[in-house]
C-alpha cells in the first residue's frame, strides 16, 4: 500500500500510523510519475485538485488555467491528500469513506 503526500502533512501521518503496512511516498521528494498522477485523474477528476492551498491561492488565473496534471508535477502540494493506493485502487483523503474501505476504525 501507497500513501502519495507530504512527510509533513498532519493528514497524510494520520494516515501512516493508521496504516503501519504502508510507505509514504513524499511527493515533493519522489515525483509522482505521470501513469498514476494520470490513473488518479481518471479516477478523481478535478477532486484531485486542492484549490484551497496556499499554493493555489498563490497562482495566478494564467497559472490556474493551465493543465491540472501538469500543475500538480511542477506544485506537488496542489494534490489533495493523502492519495492512497491499496490493491490497485485509488483512495484521496482520509475520510470516514476511506478508512472504511481500507478497514481502519
Not at 481518471?42 to 501538469?70: I, K, Y
Not at 511542477?74 to 478497514?103: C, N, S, V, Y
Request: proline letters at 5%.
Amino acid at each position: 500500500m501507497l500513501i502519495y503526500g507530504l512527510k509533513n502533512c498532519d493528514t497524510c501521518r494520520k494516515a501512516l500510523k493508521s496504516l503501519p503496512n504502508a510507505r509514504l511516498v513524499d511527493v515533493r521528494a519522489e515525483a509522482l510519475d505521470r501513469v498514476t498522477l494520470q490513473r488518479a485523474w481518471a479516477r478523481f477528476g478535478a477532486e484531485l485538485l486542492n484549490t484551497r492551498s496556499t499554493t493555489w491561492r498563490g497562482l495566478d488565473a494564467d497559472e490556474r488555467s493551465r493543465d491540472p496534471l501538469e500543475l500538480i508535477a511542477e506544485h506537488p502540494a496542489l494534490m489533495k491528500r493523502p492519495l492512497i493506493e491499496a490493491e490497485g485502487e485509488f483512495h484521496l483523503g482520509w475520510t470516514p469513506e476511506t478508512r472504511r474501505a481500507l478497514g481502519v476504525d
